[in-house]
């Protein structure tokens, strides 16, 4: 089954930077975009961006364009998702998702609490 | 950007009851509509995509119509696990917006 697993609870000063993984199994990495999501305490949900793993394309947010980079490492099928500069505003919950059948989200990972604070 | 709006923020109903939950898009985004629950501490799950067609595994009693500018979910015979916020999604264009979602709680 398709499983996306996420790395752990990260914890960050304000202007510094994080790196956040998702590992996925149970389907072929590059044939699926990768989406990343974030929540905020108590928020909804907010489209960051998007990356084909396979040519490595993004489209970003114009919201988070130029402080965050989405990549990822196709031998250990992983994502990764990188934010600088972060703010204390930034604190927030990150999922990533895969693109899926009518432009869906169909897995996501379990997220990785992303705090920032001084 | 394409704004999704979702109201009323929160909403009580009872076990049995029939709820529909309408979400608006600021422009026509056709069919490109997904719908999701969310629990409290947990991820996301799909429920609905293309606007109508029900996300495998999920129950019968869920089901979305609209398309263009205005959709609804709809939960027919509600259950206690049905409480949860649900929100709206389109992905016709990047950003790929969300709702502001609705918290539905069960009596």
């Known amino acids: 089954q398709v499983q996306l697993v996420q790395s752990a609870t990260e914890v960050r000063k304000p202007g510094a930077s994080v790196r956040v993984s998702c590992k996925a199994s149970?389907?072929?990495?590059?044939?699926?975009?990768m989406q990343w999501v974030r929540q905020a305490p108590g928020q909804g949900l907010e489209w960051m961006g998007s990356?084909?793993?396979?040519?490595?394309?993004?489209k970003y947010s114009e919201k988070f364009q130029g402080r965050i980079t989405m990549t990822s490492d196709k031998p250990s099928n992983t994502a990764y998702m990188d934010m600088r500069e972060l703010r204390s505003d930034d604190t927030a919950v990150y999922y990533c998702?895969?693109?899926?059948?009518?432009?869906?989200?169909?897995?996501w990972g379990q997220g990785t609490q992303i705090t920032v604070s001084s | 950007d394409i704004q999704m709006t979702q109201s009323p923020p929160s909403l009580y109903a009872s076990v049995g009851d029939r709820v529909s939950l309408p979400c608006r898009a600021s422009?026509?985004?056709?069919?490109?509509l997904s719908w999701y629950q969310q629990k409290p501490g947990k991820a996301p799950k799909l429920l609905i995509y293309?606007?109508?067609t029900l996300q495998s595994g999920v129950p019968s009693r869920f089901s979305g119509g609209g398309s263009g500018t205005d959709f609804t979910l709809t939960i027919t015979s509600l259950q206690p696990e049905d409480s949860a916020t649900y929100y709206c999604?389109?992905?016709?264009?990047?950003?790929?917006?969300f709702g502001q979602g609705t918290k539905l709680n069960i009596k």
């Open positions: 422009q026509t985004i056709r069919n490109f």
């Open positions: 293309a606007a109508s």
């Open positions: 149970g389907y072929i990495f590059s044939t699926y975009y």
């Open positions: 998702a895969r693109l899926w059948e009518g432009a869906s989200f169909d897995s």
């Open positions: 999604q389109q992905s016709y264009s990047a950003p790929y917006t």
């Open positions: 990356m084909n793993p396979n040519t490595g394309d993004t």
